[in-house]
């Protein structure tokens, strides 16, 4: 089945400790990207891969890395988590078509992260 | 970032009523797609639309390109209560590079049955 698998989907953590959430599609995607999704904000993009090693920054991504070492993978590291980057985060994948895209993102299922 | 308003922000409706949602933006489109997030689950896509005026449908759903290419709309013919959920609109900007979409704030729909 064509997928994009996020684990774990439910995290509290403390302040600080770093975490990882990782992401992975099947559909052999070039491009991937993670979304925070906030009551009242909707999906923000936090940062986004084009291909393997290649990531750029999104419209909210402080406090956040991201690598692409691998092109079925593309993990969301918080390095030191704070209070505010808990919210609903969201993997998905697509096509990539040259000079725009006319193909849209499967997602995860989500990662719901609490930090205290 | 591109901002994507979308209207109204939640609907209570009976079911069997018709609803209808808009999603307009402050630059042009070439692409527009609607999503359904079920509570708990990641959006699924529901229809997407590649030219202005376009009319698409997907069996009670039915959703169009905005002939200004700045706006879309998508309507639910007679509800049921599995509608109930958030519906996203997200664009792809004319001048956009790449997969870059922009979502809107979602419109949260309530059935009653």
């Known amino acids: 089945e064509a997928q994009v698998t996020q684990n774990p989907r439910y995290l509290i953590t403390v302040t600080g400790k770093k975490l990882t959430v990782t992401c992975s599609q099947n559909?052999?995607?070039?491009?991937m990207s993670w979304y925070r999704q906030d009551p009242g904000l909707g999906l923000r993009q936090i940062y986004y891969s084009m291909n393997v090693e290649v990531t750029d920054k999104g419209d909210v991504p402080e406090g956040y890395k991201v690598s692409r070492k691998e092109k079925r993978n593309f993990p969301l590291i918080l390095e030191s988590p704070s209070p505010n980057q808990t919210s609903l985060y969201f993997c998905a994948s697509s096509i990539r078509q040259g000079g725009g895209s006319r193909y849209g993102y499967t997602f995860g299922s989500g990662t719901r992260l609490t930090v205290v | 970032g591109q901002q994507l308003n979308q209207s109204p922000q939640s609907m209570f409706i009976q079911e069997g009523e018709d609803v209808s949602m808009n999603c307009t933006s402050s630059?042009?489109?070439?692409?527009w797609l609607w999503y359904k997030q079920d509570p708990g689950e990641g959006p699924v896509l529901l229809i997407a639309l590649y030219k202005a005026g376009e009319l698409t449908s997907n069996g009670r759903l039915t959703a169009q390109f905005g002939t200004t290419r700045k706006d879309s709309f998508l309507n639910i013919s007679a509800s049921i209560p599995s509608d109930v959920g958030i519906y996203f609109c997200?664009?792809?900007?004319?001048?956009?590079?790449?997969?870059?979409?922009?979502f809107g704030t979602g419109t949260s729909l309530t059935v009653i049955p």
């Open positions: 630059s042009i489109f070439n692409t």
């Open positions: 997200a664009g792809h900007p004319f001048s956009g590079t790449g997969n870059q979409f922009y």
């Open positions: 559909m052999n995607h070039e491009y």
